[in-house]
């Protein structure tokens, strides 16, 4: 008998793993081969259904062998929503239409969408529509030559410039959204705001279609009647034509100029807050005013400052400067070629020129 020898039983057992090996793995493949494919599976309640179509036929040697041609006053429903178009390439299997030809997208009696072709998937429910769009909900309108709406999350993005339309507010920007529940849309790039009087230009801005209100964020310049508004941030009310500046903000009004870290002010009614180092600048009548309060009122000319008041008047060649805790402004004969103003002082006031220093 012939003994084997260790490196011999050693090679001999190395072969049969081996061997072992790779019967499991022909035993694996052959069971992944012979074992069908898992198909999505798409409920009744999902399917995109075609409810008329002028011709319909099949190609199975064409481009599309996979869809279903229609031609002619297409007409499908999903969900809900109806499409209409002059042609279309309906895929059954991934629940999908391609549209082409005066696409129209119609969901209730307040969203409408239109173009000239468009792409629809009835599982994620997205439609990715081009050139010459028109999104209208209720009374906003939105213009754009790319949009892709998400049903599910009820948000229209354009990413090739647009514009919106809301009564006499147009927005204009490179790249946005709009959310046609929350009726909320915001803007990147190039942003432009008409409101009647007013136009804004900014980078970012948020827009509130309900209470038509804007929100704008990064460098911020409003024109409204020879009016000019500097910000970061802030809000503007195209309604009631008020706005609310932060970070620093100046509003410069012919020759009377509003500098500080919180400003407030309401067109209509002529009334104008400013918090936290407030300057106040009048270059027609050669004066300033600085507090940390600073309340005015441009159609009565009455107004009050505040916290850290001072008062700097250039008008008659040496400046006067006059400092207390609190100042009131009354002018007198405003409107007219006679207008002056009064300047009350209290509490702690002192008041310095070359020829004249006071302390009461």
């Known amino acids: 008998m012939r003994y084997i020898k260790d490196k011999e039983l050693k090679s001999i057992r190395h072969r049969i793993s081996t061997l072992l090996v790779l019967c499991l793995f022909g035993l694996c493949a052959l069971f992944a081969y012979n074992t069908p494919q898992k198909k999505r599976v798409i409920r009744e309640d999902q399917k995109v259904y075609l409810e008329h179509a002028d011709e319909l036929k099949r190609d199975i040697y064409g481009p599309n062998p996979d869809a279903q041609i229609l031609k002619g006053n297409v007409r499908l429903k999903h969900n809900g929503a109806t499409l209409t178009c002059d042609s279309a390439y309906l895929y059954q299997e991934s629940n999908s239409v391609r549209a082409f030809g005066r696409v129209l997208f119609r969901q209730g009696d307040t969203l409408s969408l239109k173009g000239e ?88 801005l948020y827009y509130d279609a309900p209470k038509s209100q804007a929100h704008f964020k990064g460098p911020t310049t409003i024109v409204t009647n020879g009016d000019v508004v500097k910000t970061q941030d802030g809000y503007f009310d195209t309604k009631k034509d008020k706005v609310e500046l932060f970070s620093r903000s100046t509003i410069t009004s012919k020759e009377k100029v509003i500098t500080g870290d919180t400003l407030y002010r309401d067109k209509k009614t002529g009334v104008g807050q400013g918090y936290g180092n407030v300057i106040y600048v009048d270059k027609k009548n050669k004066n300033e005013l600085h507090a940390d309060v600073f309340v005015y009122n441009e159609k009565t000319g009455k107004g009050f400052a505040t916290k850290k008041a001072l008062l700097k008047d250039y008008s008659q060649g040496d400046t006067l400067f006059m400092h207390a805790d609190s100042l009131k402004i009354e002018t007198m004969h405003i409107n007219t070629d006679s207008a002056y103003r009064k300047v009350h002082a209290f509490r702690h006031v002192v008041a310095y020129r070359k020829d004249v220093q006071a302390i009461c």
């Open 117 to 204: 072709r468009g792409f629809y998937d009835g599982v994620t429910q997205i439609l990715e529509v081009r050139k010459n769009v028109v999104l209208k909900h209720r009374n906003q309108t939105l213009y754009t030559d790319s949009l892709n709406y998400d049903r599910m999350y009820k948000n229209a993005y354009f990413f090739d410039g647009g514009k919106l339309v809301d009564g006499k507010d147009q927005l204009i920007a490179d790249w946005g959204e709009y959310n046609t529940q929350s009726r909320q849309a915001v803007f990147y790039f190039g942003v432009k705001l008409n409101s009647g009087k007013s136009n804004i230009e900014t980078d970012t």
